[in-house]
């Protein structure tokens, strides 16, 4: 393998196997491998220089078909310079190994090379460095710490015995290679990449690691400065082998570290310090403590981590134990956001060395461990009195109305709430009891609420049961209140209705059972994680005490609800009881004896009493076509995000805002039919807003539904166009205005109900007017169990 000869070019040669593995190379290969050669023989090149390997990949795999690259002229950056290399390869037999390899030449130019001086080879070196350095060459034989010469490429020249066995490497070994093969970490290279700017400007003062070839690292501290000998610029480095020291203090680093976290852990406010009351080091709880984060406290003067008002009493006291050099404490009070606190701060000796105190640690401890220790006792009295009021509410209360009433009062002097509700649970029926802020009119569907089968495990999992609403639809926690209920459209349409805020369930539990609930209308909404616990008390205690008076009023032959107190109805081992379940059983019930499914007879069941729709038009009715579902079901959310564009690009009307809940699911849909509905609700909301005021269109999914929404901002739709838009099919439209206003919206109701869903509409005077389309999602082939 030819060496370089002329001044200022790289000549590199690497041999490569059929799998692109190192098999040999000359010195200048070195400088693109970035390593030394005795390291990555029968390393892929890939792993070596990844950079080099992408850009002959394409090369190396057109010389294995059997044509090789002549001159082929490519850019690539090495280190911090621009190259244009020529690139030649040629196929290699490799007879020993029985495959062909690869023959890599690589020639390339360096940066200002015809005034450089080569570097020089093994053969050269007893006669070219006695002559470049002439007298320093004997000066730095004799000194018995590292020295070494590097050229403006940072590349060794010379190095003495000291440097060699600091390296692990024999002087040939080193001699015109780049420093940084040797170097042990990333970092580290790129810092010597720049070290001839650097050391042009001032001389370079820094730690070496030096990866040997027996694993171990070693460490030299060198100062690297310009010399000029042999008419050529170079470096002279100059250093001290630290290895030890620098092994010393990586373990007391190690230490220290593996001590502070145990302080930590302790969870004890800690500040050190120096004497000139410098903080070095600020544990994270004293951070907390003091509002101070740890970047802005270290350095800063002690006393100013302090509010104003106690910085000279902690001046003080620092300034007394640093004078009289013993522990000193002192309490102060600092006023907190939520309340003041009482400090006991102890000035302690931290770290000494030859009897001299080099820092001081500052311990801050509440010095209330008995205060906290008399809350948590207040706490627990004031939970005991609880308990015992409400029992003895209980005891005394002749009904149900009075008890749970005293409930909600108590639930709301933590809380707070605009209404309220009481409801007791039993059978699968939740039965409204008392109320809070509530008109008793229009209250009458939830008088009696239905439960799906499975509520007893679900309330066992779930604590307080939380619903956020925005703009009168359920959001965050509405899915496991709906989870409960049989109908939870009912108490959707309600919260859609009063335009809520937020509702609040607390479970009334006694022996692991729901017996009741409280429900809670807009509670504060800064209440914290204690209230919300008191809460949880509270529904423990009032379901105890619902219990106790179910035993005393069956007792006295009283009446709950209305009706006689029966005996709960236990379930049977391994399948919960029946709670819509009446004793004898009923056709509906009796579906379920043996855990086993008559699909037909539920079917017949659930269209009892259904008149077969009728989808023939009428003399003068518009003719509603036969519903064909997608048998691949409709992106709904692309679908409705192109209704959005057209209206955009047709520039009539408002903007159209749309509310998309994620990962809606494919619809077993006509997709024309849809659209068809969808364009003549949000046309008739467009024609009854005011102009260029925005229409909504949402879609979210409800259990088993999909639930589109399109809202405005116009007037609100008269009640007689809704009683209209309400009547059954069969009977006569009416021949005056509000028949033909609802003339194109029975036509959309028409459509939808083709499809198997249902339209609806709620007006609010002056507001706007919402209409739904509820669309039941179908399984697809395959999903069915």
């Not at 694993?215 to 050529?232: D, F, H, Q, R």
């Not at 006295?556 to 009446?582: C, I, Q, S, T, Y």
């Not at 998309?660 to 949000?682: S, Y």
Request: charged share 30%; aromatic share 4%.
């Amino acid at each position: 393998m030819r060496e370089r000869e002329d001044s200022g070019v790289l000549r590199a040669s690497l041999l490569l196997d059929g799998e692109d593995r190192i098999l040999e190379g000359n010195r200048d290969a070195e400088v693109f491998l970035e390593r030394p050669l005795e390291e990555v023989r029968k390393v892929s090149l890939r792993e070596v220089n990844p950079t080099l390997h992408a850009a002959l990949k394409d090369l190396l795999a057109k010389t294995r078909r059997g044509r090789g690259v002549e001159n082929y002229a490519m850019a690539y950056k090495l280190g911090k310079n621009l190259l244009r290399l020529n690139v030649s390869i040629t196929p290699y037999p490799l007879e020993a190994l029985g495959s062909t390899g690869s023959m890599v030449s690589i020639t390339t130019t360096l940066p200002g090379g015809a005034g450089k001086t080569p570097r020089p080879r093994s053969s050269q070196l007893s006669m070219l460095v006695p002559e470049a350095v002439g007298e320093l060459r004997v000066f730095l034989d004799g000194i018995v710490d590292p020295a070494f010469l590097l050229d403006d490429q940072v590349g060794i020249m010379y190095a003495n015995a000291a440097m060699c066995r600091a390296m692990g490497h024999k002087a040939d070994e080193v001699l015109g290679r780049p420093l940084s093969f040797f170097l042990a970490h990333e970092r580290s290279k790129k810092t010597v990449e720049y070290l001839a700017e650097t050391v042009r400007a001032t001389p370079w003062r820094g730690e070496l690691e030096f990866k040997r070839p027996d694993g171990t690292v070693s460490v030299v501290a060198v100062t690297v400065m310009p010399w000029e000998g042999g008419g050529e610029v170079t470096m002279l480095g100059l250093g001290r082998n630290v290895t030890s020291e620098a092994r010393m203090k990586k373990e007391r680093n190690q230490e220290l570290r593996r001590l502070w976290s145990l302080l930590e852990s302790a969870r004890s406010p800690l500040i050190c310090f120096t004497p000139d009351r410098r903080v070095t080091l600020i544990s994270s709880t004293a951070e907390e403590l003091l509002g101070v984060p740890k970047d802005r406290a270290i350095g800063t003067v002690l006393e100013e981590l302090f509010p104003a008002e106690v910085r000279d009493r902690v001046k003080v006291l620092v300034e007394d134990a640093l004078a009289l050099g013993e522990e000193k404490e002192a309490t102060v009070t600092l006023k907190m956001r939520r309340a003041a606190k009482e400090l006991r701060m102890v000035v302690r000796h931290a770290y000494q060395v030859r009897g001299k105190t080099r820092e001081y640690a500052l311990l801050l401890q509440e010095s209330g461990g008995e205060a906290s220790e008399l809350e948590e006792l207040r706490k627990r009295v004031e939970a005991l009195e609880r308990h015992r009021e409400i029992m003895e509410k209980a005891a005394e209360s002749a009904d149900w109305e009075g008890f749970l009433g005293h409930c909600l009062e108590l639930a709301g002097e933590i809380v707070g709430y605009e209404a309220g509700a009481a409801f007791l649970v039993e059978k699968g029926l939740a039965t409204l009891e008392a109320v809070r802020g509530l008109e008793e009119r229009g209250l009458e569907s939830f008088r009696n609420i239905a439960l799906r089968p499975d509520y007893r495990r679900q309330c066992r999992e779930e604590g307080l049961l939380r619903v956020t609403v925005h703009g009168g639809v359920p959001r965050e926690g509405w899915e496991q209140v709906a989870s409960l209920l049989e109908d939870p459209d009912q108490l959707a349409g309600l919260l859609g209705e009063k335009r809520w805020r937020s509702l609040l369930a607390i479970p009334l539990r006694t022996e692991g059972t729901v017996v009741g609930a409280l429900a809670l209308v807009n509670p504060r909404e800064e209440a914290g994680e204690g209230e919300w616990k008191k809460l949880e008390a509270i529904g423990r205690d009032a379901g105890e005490a619902v219990r106790v008076m179910r035993m005393r009023l069956a007792s006295r032959g009283k009446a709950v609800g209305g009706a006689a107190v029966p005996e709960p109805v236990e379930a049977e081992e391994g399948r919960p009881a029946d709670p819509g379940r009446e004793e004898g059983g009923s056709a509906r019930g009796d579906l379920h004896d043996g855990g086993k499914h008559d699909y037909l007879q539920i079917a017949r069941l659930s269209r009892e009493g259904e008149d077969p729709p009728d989808l023939l038009a009428a003399p003068g009715e518009v003719p509603v076509p036969r519903a064909v579902l997608s048998p691949r079901g409709i992106d709904l959310a692309s679908m409705i995000k192109d209704l959005r564009d057209y209206y955009a690009r047709r520039g009539r009307g408002g903007e159209i805002f749309l509310e998309l809940e994620d990962d809606l699911p494919r619809l077993h849909a006509d997709k024309r039919l849809l659209r068809e509905a969808l364009m003549c609700l949000l046309d008739n909301a467009f024609r009854f807003s005011p102009p260029g005021s925005p229409v909504v269109l949402g879609a979210e999914r409800w259990g088993d539904e999909i639930l589109l929404r399109v809202e405005d901002q116009g007037p609100g739709m008269p009640e007689e166009v809704i009683r209209e838009l309400s009547r059954p099919e069969g009977v006569e439209e009416s021949a005056d205005d509000t028949g033909r206003r609802a003339k194109s919206l029975l036509v959309c109701r028409r459509f939808v109900r083709s499809m198997g869903g249902e339209l609806s509409f709620k007006a609010m005077p002056g507001e706007g007017t919402v209409a739904y389309i509820r669309i039941p999602v179908l399984p697809f082939i395959g999903e069915v169990s």
